[in-house]
């Protein structure tokens, strides 16, 4: 099945900065990768995502990566804003639905 | 519209006893997904169901889960003999087509088992 590697666990950065996640995955037949922000103590929320046709999205401030030989994915976020801190995670998806072990954001002011 | 919904928010089990978690997913909603979400952990996929078919159960921990929904709509995730382990945040998902593309989710029930 398939297996997500998220990284990094944590990242702090100052409001304004760019931040960047990145995933990897291990399907080469996935074909659909999302990434969630999730608030403390709130559900998880569709932001943005990516199919396996493109390489690229973007939308304003976030755009998505997708690298398929290499097999990664990355979330890229500018300007970042206080209200940015959050847990985000991505997910490779075929058949099988993985979600990487999440990111913990900071944006400070 | 309305996004979706679960109840309760909050269970609090003794080990040994049985729970229902309710899901009611966006209307016109096709595909429903249960997902398990330990602390501090990323979502971990339980099931998935088209209208009331349930196409995929590869993820349901052990014989204890099980997970219905029999009118296509609203859809019950059922924990029976709950132990310790079971003590997570159980989130449900829908998306409008067919396929497992752009899932939206619901609060969660977080559940305690004592």
């Known amino acids: 099945g398939e297996n997500v590697e998220q990284h990094p666990s944590t990242l702090s950065v100052q409001e304004g900065d760019s931040a960047v996640i990145k995933c990897t995955y291990s399907d080469s037949a996935s074909n659909y990768f999302p990434w969630y922000k999730q608030e403390l103590g709130k559900r998880p929320q569709l932001i943005i995502d990516i199919r396996s046709n493109v390489g690229e999205k973007k939308d304003q401030r976030i755009a998505v990566t997708l690298n398929k030989t290499a097999k990664h994915f990355s979330l890229h976020i500018t300007e970042t804003q206080p209200e940015d801190s959050a847990v985000y995670f991505c997910?490779?998806?075929?058949?099988?639905?993985?979600f990487g072990a999440g990111t913990r954001l900071t944006v400070k002011p | 519209g309305a996004g979706v919904s679960q109840s309760p928010r909050y269970k609090v089990a003794k080990r040994g006893q049985d729970v229902a978690l309710r899901c009611d997913p966006i209307?016109?909603?096709?595909?429903l997904f249960w997902y398990q979400q330990a602390l501090g952990q990323g979502p971990e996929f339980l099931t998935y169901f088209q209208n009331e078919a349930q196409l995929d159960k590869s993820g349901l921990p052990s014989d204890r889960f099980f997970a219905e929904r029999p009118e296509g709509s609203v859809s019950t995730l059922k924990i029976q003999r709950t132990q310790q382990e079971d003590s997570a945040v159980y989130l449900c998902?829908?998306?409008?087509?067919?396929?497992?593309?752009?899932?939206?989710f619901g609060p969660g029930t977080r559940l305690t088992v004592t």
């Open positions: 997910a490779a998806i075929n058949n099988d639905m993985r």
């Open positions: 998902a829908s998306s409008s087509g067919q396929g497992i593309y752009e899932q939206y």
């Open positions: 209307s016109g909603h096709v595909s």
